[in-house]
C-alpha cells in the first residue's frame, strides 16, 4: 500500500509531461498485483481524484487535437494560398513555425491519449473491487 501512495504523491507532484505515462503505468501494475483489501482501500482513498484527472486529460487531449488541426490547416493554406483577395502571404518562418506548432500539439495530443489509456485501466480496476 505505501509504494502504491507513494506512486499516487509522485504523480501528484509531476509536471505534465511523458513520465507522468510511466508512472501511470507504474502505478497500474502496482495495483495489478495488489490484493482487494489494498486495492479496496486506495478505492475509497483515490477513486474520485483518478476520475477526476480522467476528464482533465480527456479536455486536454480535445484541445491539443484541435489544435494540432488547427495548424495542420495553417500550413495547407500557407502553402497553397493562391487567393487574390487573401492577404495572408506568409514568410517561411511563419510556415516554420505552424510546422513547429503542429508537431508539438501533435505530440501531446498523443501522450495525453497514452495517459487517457491507462488511467481508464487503472479507473476500471478499481471500479470492480466490491
Same mark, same amino acid.
Given at each position: 500500500?505505501?509504494?502504491?501512495? =507513494?506512486?499516487i504523491v509522485e504523480l501528484e507532484h509531476s509536471e505534465w509531461c511523458f513520465s507522468g505515462i510511466e508512472m501511470l503505468q507504474d502505478? /497500474? %501494475? /502496482?495495483l495489478t498485483k495488489a490484493d482487494k483489501? +489494498? /486495492?479496496?482501500? #486506495?478505492?475509497?482513498? &483515490?477513486l474520485k481524484k483518478l476520475k477526476s484527472d480522467? +476528464? %482533465? &486529460?480527456k479536455d486536454m487531449f480535445d484541445n *491539443?487535437?484541435?489544435? =494540432?488541426q488547427g495548424? =495542420?490547416? !495553417?500550413?495547407?493554406? =500557407?502553402? %497553397?494560398? !493562391?487567393d487574390e483577395f487573401c492577404d495572408c502571404d506568409p514568410t517561411e518562418d511563419e510556415i516554420d513555425r505552424l510546422y513547429e506548432d503542429?508537431? *508539438? &500539439?501533435?505530440t501531446m495530443s498523443r501522450a495525453t491519449k497514452d495517459k487517457i489509456e491507462i488511467l481508464s485501466k487503472? #479507473?476500471?480496476?478499481?471500479e470492480e473491487v466490491q
Open positions: 500500500m505505501d509504494a502504491i501512495k =507513494a506512486k502505478l /497500474l %501494475n /502496482l483489501e +489494498v /486495492l479496496s482501500a #486506495v478505492k475509497h482513498q &483515490y480522467l +476528464v %482533465n &486529460y *491539443f487535437d484541435s489544435e =494540432a495548424s =495542420a490547416g !495553417g500550413i495547407i493554406h =500557407a502553402e %497553397n494560398c !493562391g503542429r508537431d *508539438f &500539439y501533435d487503472t #479507473v476500471e480496476l478499481l
